[in-house]
């Protein structure tokens, strides 16, 4: 496992190693090798979010490219699939994105695209973090890079989500509520759906660098649904603070998760061909009842780990168009090359308008089984198999369950804590399960729950 690249990326408090700015500068010199073997005479773009050590990550890692001879081009704040995006449209060699994502502004961190705008492999990221280990001096015959401010080049991005948005779209005048995060979607969100003639209601949209993802957000998306109650919006949308999920809420002011929208989005594309009888795909997390549906339509499925890169790569294989996590990645592989919040957005806007039905109605393709996950800091990440107690208490819990449900118990991937998933036929019984599980994890090598969400 690396020491430093988890599920999506670096990324760790900032002053914490490796997320300090002289750790920063020699990473962006390994990228800047790496990345010379892509495309040698090429820039590598870099873009953040909006958290308070944007600019200090940023400018080190651009020093670092431009020290071992790269030319960089910073775009300043623009999503996470932005960048992605750019990557292709600028010609770049790479693209890099300083964002921690949905964590808070304490934390940073460092996701990297190949110059298709792909995130790069697990084995891409060996290679880099053999550079940065490996801290090479610079030849004094390397003439430095050049740096370069463009941040208007952000709006061929805009434009590019303008372009998705149906030739028959028929909702001119939808009333929706955007939850910006305080992040990453801050400064484009209103434009971009203003530009398809909705009438938007912006909140948590004035980023001050410390308010990102803070009490807002697709992590909390309480808010957005007393929003769009009050308004009597048609929807709303809530994105993460760089941008790469979104989470929305119904006409009735249901929150509906990603495996809710993956499965409007899957049942709409079945009936107009656009699935090419290829399969969706989910991750392990992905809610029983989204399996359930899928299977209902002859819908193929796969199911990979946890990560979007890895849904990515799994759909790449076998030709999908769909596929993303519940967390709310949602992935269209024939617009673009990652997850992104606004281009999810607009196509379950597309489907409103083709459908002519409220989301309410067109999420109820979906009996979403009771689930409890429970997020349990931890100080260590042993192998979970060689913890007896909690194998001893899983046995017993998929006993309770039998074929109605599933236990899920594995560790975050990017901050320290494991996950405690139950699933299953009643919200009592998977409550309780996953209370118990909790508890014997704590027991074993952590702390207090964080969190519990249904």
């Known amino acids: ?17 490796p ?66 995006f750019l990557v292709r449209h600028l010609g770049a060699a790479a693209g890099v994105v300083v964002s921690a994502s949905h964590n808070p502004y304490t934390d940073n961190g460092i996701k990297i695209f190949d110059s298709s705008g792909f995130k790069i492999s697990r084995k891409q990221e060996e290679a880099i973090e053999a550079l940065i280990i490996e ?16 941040p208007q080049a952000v709006s ?22 955007l939850d910006c995060a305080n992040g990453a979607a801050s400064a484009f969100a209103r ?10 209601d912006c909140i948590h949209d004035r980023p001050d660098g410390k308010n990102i993802n803070e009490g807002c957000g697709s992590e909390h998306p309480k808010t957005l649904a007393e929003r769009v109650l009050q308004r009597r919006a048609a929807v709303g949308f809530a994105f993460d603070g760089d941008a790469d999920r979104v989470v929305a809420v119904d006409d009735t002011g249901t929150v509906l998760t990603g495996d809710q929208l993956i499965a409007v989005c899957a049942d709409h594309f079945r009936k107009t061909g656009r699935l090419r009888a290829k399969p969706v795909v989910t991750t392990v997390m992905s809610n029983v009842g989204l399996h359930s549906m899928l299977k209902e339509r002859h819908i193929p499925h796969i199911v990979c780990k946890v990560g979007d890169r890895n849904v990515m790569e799994a759909m790449k294989s076998c030709g999908s168009v769909l596929g993303g996590e519940d967390s709310g990645h949602i992935l269209f592989l024939d617009r673009h090359t990652t997850g992104d919040g606004m281009l999810s957005a607009i196509e379950i806007l597309n ?4 459908e002519d039905k409220p989301l309410s109605e067109l999420a109820a393709v979906m009996t979403v089984f009771p689930q409890a996950l429970i997020n349990v800091p931890v100080k260590a990440k042993p192998d979970l198999n060689t913890l007896p107690d909690l194998q001893a208490d899983i046995r017993q819990a998929e006993e309770r369950l039998g074929a109605e449900g599933r236990v899920l118990i594995r ?21 309780y399960l996953a209370e118990t599980l909790a508890a014997s994890v704590r027991r074993e090598i952590g702390e207090a729950v964080v969190e519990g969400r249904r």
Request: proline residues 6%.
């Open 1 to 17: 496992m690396s020491e430093w690249f988890g599920t999506d990326g670096i990324r760790r408090a900032v002053h914490e190693y």
């Open 19 to 84: 997320m300090t700015a002289d750790t920063v500068l020699l990473i962006g010199m390994a990228i800047g090798r790496y990345a010379h073997s892509w495309k040698a005479a090429a820039p590598i773009v870099i873009g953040t979010d909006t958290r308070q050590s944007k600019d200090m990550f940023a400018h080190a890692l651009a020093a670092g490219i431009s020290a071992v001879g790269t030319d960089v081009i910073l775009l300043g704040v623009v999503p996470t699939p932005g960048v992605a």
């Open 135 to 150: 801290a090479a001096p610079v030849p004094g015959s390397t003439e430095p890079g050049t740096i370069r401010y463009e």
């Open 156 to 177: 061929a991005y805009r434009d590019f989500l303008l372009n998705t948005v149906a030739s028959d779209f028929q909702l001119p005048g939808i009333r929706i509520v």
């Open 191 to 200: 434009e971009v759906f203003e530009g398809i003639w909705a009438r938007v």
């Open 351 to 354: 489907v409103l308008s083709a």
């Open 411 to 431: 560790y975050s991937g990017t901050q320290p804590m494991c996950r405690v998933m139950v699933e299953g036929p009643s919200k009592s019984l998977v409550f």
